[in-house]
């Protein structure tokens, strides 16, 4: 299922981790691409943008951010804006995106990914500020549904239904993270099948696989380990209904050598190119 910016299938890839840096330089292994952490790269001349540059040569990068804050009540940071906008030219990015959340307000940054409540009123603020963004960007945003571990009084819909109406009013794309479907679906009792059933896969640019920690009466979005299986079931359904789509494997913390990330990632094939698409 194409996507109105006919941004293509990348295949699997990995993120680009500081720890995987030298292995990747002298190896240059067989991923089909990366993504990056926007913030890592954006205030800084040293190594680390050094070594992207050369991995941007041979390699389709995507940047996904973690400070955009679109859900913020703050002014739009245009001088962030700014900088993301130069590291995307400079690497020649492929697309862009961050989260459906808020990470700050007064100016000051909570680094965490803070929900929003779902209501008429929160959908029509977040559209006006996607616009904008995306009309100082140049480029659609690809927008990635958060963990939840609260629902606010105040929210009139469920999530996907936000998530659906924000794509189509903002013109905006989706990054569907299925490790979130299951967190925030498990720590709120909702069928994640029936999550995904809302989602308008012709929106969904890029799909996020990654581990969690269960706690049992909750799980926590840790990305420091392997995909579960019922995560894995998601990602066949996703798949089953959107068709291929660009695949990322996420691992933030505990994080292994590159070859076991990548093997990880490549547990992604078995489910690609095999699937009928549902509702094309």
């Known amino acids: 299922m194409s996507n109105p910016w006919k941004f293509p299938d990348l295949g699997i890839g990995v993120g680009l981790r500081k720890d995987h840096f030298n292995h990747i330089l002298e190896h240059w292994p067989a991923v089909d691409w990366f993504e990056i952490v926007s913030e890592n790269f954006m205030a800084t001349e040293g190594n680390p943008l050094h070594v992207l540059d050369q991995i941007a040569e041979r390699y389709p990068i995507v940047m996904h951010g973690v400070s955009l804050s679109i859900g913020s009540t703050d002014p739009i940071n245009f001088d962030y804006l700014k900088k993301l906008k130069s590291l995307a030219d400079r690497i020649d990015v492929v697309w862009l995106g961050d989260h459906v959340c808020?990470?700050?307000?007064?100016?000051?940054?909570?680094?965490?990914?803070?929900?929003?409540?779902?209501?008429?009123?929160?959908?029509?603020?977040?559209?006006?500020r996607v616009r904008l963004v995306q009309d100082y960007l140049e480029r659609p945003l690809i927008l990635e549904n958060p963990s939840t571990y609260l629902t606010f009084v105040c929210s009139t819909m469920p999530e996907e239904e936000f998530l659906a109406r924000m794509a189509a009013d903002a013109n905006c794309g989706l990054l569907l993270d299925v490790n979130n479907v299951y967190v925030t679906c498990r720590n709120h009792n909702v069928d994640p099948y029936e999550y995904l059933d809302v989602i308008p896969y012709d929106r969904v640019v890029q799909i996020h696989l990654a581990g969690h920690t269960d706690k049992g009466s909750h799980c926590i979005d840790t990305h420091d380990g392997q995909v579960i299986e019922p995560v894995w079931d998601l990602y066949r359904d996703a798949l089953r209904r959107g068709g291929n789509i660009a695949t990322l494997l996420e691992w933030d913390a505990k994080i292994p050598s590159f070859d076991e990330v990548h093997a990880e990632a490549l547990k992604a094939a078995k489910f690609r190119h095999t699937v009928g698409v549902v509702n094309a």
Do not use: I, S
């Open 102 to 128: 808020w990470t700050g307000v007064a100016g000051r940054n909570g680094h965490d990914l803070y929900p929003m409540p779902y209501n008429e009123q929160t959908l029509k603020f977040l559209v006006e």
